[in-house]
C-alpha cells in the first residue's frame, strides 16, 4: 500500500505540476493544448499537487 501511494503521489506531483505551469502560461506545451494561459487549470493543478502531497505524506506515515 505503501509503495502505491507513492507512485500516485509523485505521479499527482508531476501532473499537477504540468497543469499548474500551463495554466499560468509558464508551460506552452503543447501548442494546440487548450489549457494554457487559462488560470482554471492552475488551480486544478495546485490542487491536485496538494493532493499528491497528502499521498506522499500518508505513505511516509505507514511505515
Known amino acids: 500500500m ?3 501511494l507513492k507512485i500516485v503521489g509523485i ?3 508531476l501532473v499537477g505540476g504540468l497543469w499548474a505551469g500551463q495554466g499560468l502560461g509558464l508551460i506552452m506545451w503543447p501548442a494546440s493544448s487548450f489549457m494554457l494561459a487559462q488560470p482554471r487549470w492552475a488551480y486544478i ?3 491536485l499537487m ?3 502531497a497528502l499521498a506522499l505524506w500518508r505513505a ?3 511505515r
Do not use: D
Request: aromatic share 0%; proline share 0%.
Open 50 to 52: 496538494v493532493l499528491g
Open 45 to 47: 493543478g495546485a490542487g
Open 2 to 4: 505503501t509503495a502505491i
Open 60 to 62: 511516509g506515515k505507514q
Open 11 to 13: 505521479a499527482a506531483l
